[in-house]
Each structure stands twice: as structure tokens, then as C-alpha cells.
């Protein structure tokens, strides 16, 4: 049950949301494996869920630049991808780490009160891992 649900500030010019607000730069580091929790979301409910997840617990960050790679007019539209910010090492993910299953088992948890919040909303449960390379420059 969260403590409470934090409303997300939000500057539309910026391509970064945490709980907090948006920034300008991606606050992941560079050679850690993150968990993608949602990808090809809307701004508006990226942000929602960014303010969700942290209102349970589960820091996250939304980040722009999502591409619908099947090229639909009109799909690449402010998309972002939603990822959980505790990273992991190589040899952690390589070791099955209990974060990783923690991390897994915590957004599973939580994803399924966010599918509860509005009809057709995902339960979180297609998640997967992938290392950040750092920022596109």
C-alpha cells in the first residue's frame, strides 16, 4: 500500500521522468544490466507509472525514444520506455543474483495492482533485462 502517490512533475521538453520529475539526462550508469518493466508507452502514462511504481517502492525511470519498428504513422510520438533503476553488474546477472529475482518478483507484485488501476493496462509480467550503453550522443 503506498504511503502515498506522488504527483510527477512534468517539463515535456525533457526526455527523462523519475518520481521526482523530468531531467535531461538518464540517471543509469553505463555497463549496468536494468529491467525493462514497459516499453511504447505514452508520456502521459509513462509518467503515471514512474509515480505509481515509486509510490510501492520501486524506483523507476521513463525514458524517451522509443521507435515502433513497424513504422506506423504517427507511433514514435513522445514513446518511452519504463525501466526499473536498481542496476546489476555482469557478474551479478551472470550469477543469478537474489536482486534479480527480487527486483523481478517486486515488479510482478506491484505490476499487478497497476493492471488493477484502468482496463487494458499491462501487469508488468513481459519484462526483460538489458545493459545500458550509455546516452545516444
Known amino acids: 500500500r503506498p504511503s502515498s502517490v506522488p504527483g510527477v512533475a512534468d517539463d515535456g521538453s525533457k526526455p527523462v521522468i523519475l518520481s521526482t520529475g523530468a531531467v535531461d539526462a538518464d540517471p543509469r550508469r553505463e555497463g549496468l544490466n536494468y529491467l525493462v518493466l514497459a516499453t511504447m ?3 502521459a502514462e509513462a509518467r503515471e507509472l ?3 511504481l515509486s509510490s510501492y517502492g520501486l524506483e523507476a525511470v521513463a525514458v ?3 521507435v515502433d519498428q513497424a513504422k506506423r504513422p504517427g507511433n514514435n510520438q513522445d514513446q ?3 525501466v526499473a533503476l536498481t542496476g546489476v553488474t555482469k557478474e551479478q ?3 543469478n543474483d537474489p ?3 527480487t527486483l523481478i518478483a517486486e515488479s510482478q507484485r506491484v505490476g ?3 493492471k488493477k488501476t484502468r482496463a487494458g ?3 508488468l509480467s513481459k519484462t526483460y533485462w538489458e545493459s545500458f550503453v550509455g546516452e545516444k550522443r
Do not use: C, N, T
Request: hydrophobic share 45%.
Open 64 to 66: 524517451a525514444g522509443e
Open 121 to 123: 493496462r499491462s501487469d
Open 99 to 101: 536482486i534479480r529475482q
Open 80 to 82: 518511452f520506455k519504463v
Open 93 to 95: 546477472y551472470k550469477a
Open 50 to 52: 514512474v509515480g505509481f
Open 41 to 43: 508507452m505514452p508520456r
Open 112 to 114: 499487478a495492482l497497476w
